[in-house]
């Protein structure tokens, strides 16, 4: 639903950020995903879209687009030739809306990694959102007393540091529980966009997911100092997005690992990690007790090295049906059972883009049920994906064949005894492994 109910005069466009350089990719996504929606106005990393009318759009329809960072419904620009009268006319345009925070973020500037370029929180941005903070209140605006911001940074830090011994930590950042609430009503937010100094786009989104309770998508986390590559941001995010709860002793495979930022990350929440990965790892990673580095390509490595992990990422720089092969050859193993995976998916040419429903497709047909997209705030020209409820393709779950009190069917019962004897099998392997 768009919200209607509670919208004195509801939104007729949707507004959409993304990264410099993705924003054909997320017209195409748009185009496929949501084909009502028409193109209207945009600059670079900034697009919006018109609703036609009699149009409904659920209000997490960005749920579904990777390339979009931030989304939701768009009330239009502001006028005024200062910034106070830009900031009044925020909440004029907010109007009646029951908004209990907002968002204030720069439109993107360059594509990120040029001349060092990060995408992110501006001084500017931030002192034009005091701006507008100071005006709530005589706008009878009553917002909440901590910013959407600390909030889910409070949220994501609720968890002790781990404390594994040898374990190199850093620093230890658990995922929330999305969606993120205040005393259990989801947040509606008014978003600000500054598109230019003087040209600010105004709107708003319901909290449905961790990335829409960042403000502008941005997750805020800075890189500890210590920590070998820009990778660690890119897999402290993936983790944060994806809602994968990685527990201390879990094993995790991570192929393309040098030098070793992402496993610094993986090693600091606990985990063993194996790193899959020809080139040299970082003294600080291949020190520590608990990781292990196979100095080989993914395909040279024996398939029972992998027996028993739990999680599988991967950071290869190839194309991405290359890595999937890689990673297909592991999953498909019979002593493989994993938890999850996060994959790093390079798109070497844009045109790659509209290939990602196949990629995920490709990645359902190994048995992964729940399997999404997204392009991080700390990825370049790549994608991330998370990959979660594996179950054996074409095995049926026991209660599909008649619950728990009947026998089920012939096929059935084949399928749990596959089931179960694959598992013995993980069982005596990872058993073997670990005895080693
Ligand atoms: C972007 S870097 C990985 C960064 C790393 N995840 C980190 O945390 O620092 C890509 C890596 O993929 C490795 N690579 C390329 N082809 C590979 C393959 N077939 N198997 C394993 N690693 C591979 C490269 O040697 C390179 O170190």
């Not at 939701?72 to 925070?101: N, T």
């Not at 989801?186 to 449905?208: M, Q």
């Amino acid at each position: 639903m768009q919200d209607t109910a509670e919208m004195p005069d509801p939104a007729s466009f949707v507004f959409a950020t993304c990264q410099i350089g993705a924003e054909q990719a997320l017209k195409r996504e748009i185009a496929r995903e949501w084909p009502d929606l028409r193109f209207a106005f945009s600059r670079s990393g900034f697009l919006t879209f018109k609703i036609p009318p009699a149009t409904e759009l659920p209000g997490d329809f960005g749920s579904k687009l990777a390339f979009a960072r931030a989304t939701g419904f768009c009330l239009g620009a502001v006028s005024g030739s200062s910034e106070i009268e830009r900031a009044d006319s925020v909440w004029r345009l907010i109007g009646e809306r029951p908004v209990s925070d907002i968002h204030v973020w720069p439109r993107d500037r360059f594509t990120p990694g040029f001349r060092d370029y990060e995408p992110g929180m501006t001084g500017e941005s931030i002192e034009i959102e005091n701006l507008i903070r100071a005006q709530a209140a005589s706008h009878g605006r009553n917002l909440s007393p901590s910013s959407n911001l600390q909030f889910a940074i409070c949220n994501l830090q609720s968890f002790p540091e781990s404390k594994r011994a040898g374990s190199s930590v850093i620093s230890r950042q658990d995922p929330p529980c999305p969606p993120l609430r205040r005393g259990g009503e989801v947040d509606l937010i008014a978003d600000v966009i500054i598109v230019t100094p003087d040209e600010w786009w105004v709107g708003y989104h319901r909290v449905h997911s961790i990335p829409s309770s960042w403000p502008g998508g941005f997750c805020a986390i800075e890189l500890p100092p210590g920590a070998v590559s820009r990778a660690w941001l890119k897999m402290c995010e993936a983790v944060l997005w994806s809602g994968f709860r990685l527990k201390a002793g879990q094993r995790c495979l991570e192929i393309g690992a040098a030098p070793g930022g992402a496993s610094q990350y993986l090693l600091s929440c606990g985990l063993d990690v194996i790193g899959v990965d020809p080139a040299e790892m970082d003294p600080a990673v291949i020190g520590n007790p608990n990781f292990r580095h196979i100095r080989k390509r993914a395909k040279e490595v024996p398939r029972k090295e992998f027996v028993g992990v739990d999680w599988l990422t991967s950071d290869v720089n190839l194309p991405p049906n290359y890595t999937l092969d890689a990673v297909k050859a592991i999953v498909q193993h019979s002593g493989v059972r994993l938890i999850g995976m996060l994959l790093t998916l390079k798109l070497v040419d844009w045109s790659l883009a509209d290939e990602v429903p196949k990629y995920l497709e490709r990645i359902r047909s190994w048995g992964f049920r729940e399997v999404r997209a997204r392009q991080l705030h700390h990825n370049r020209q790549e994608i991330c994906v998370a990959a979660s409820g594996f179950k054996i393709p074409g095995a049926k779950p026991l209660h599909a064949a008649g619950g728990r009190f009947r026998r089920g069917t012939k096929s059935s019962r084949k399928d749990a005894k596959t089931q179960r004897r694959r598992d013995a099998a993980i069982e005596r392997m990872t058993k073997k492994t670990k005895d080693r």
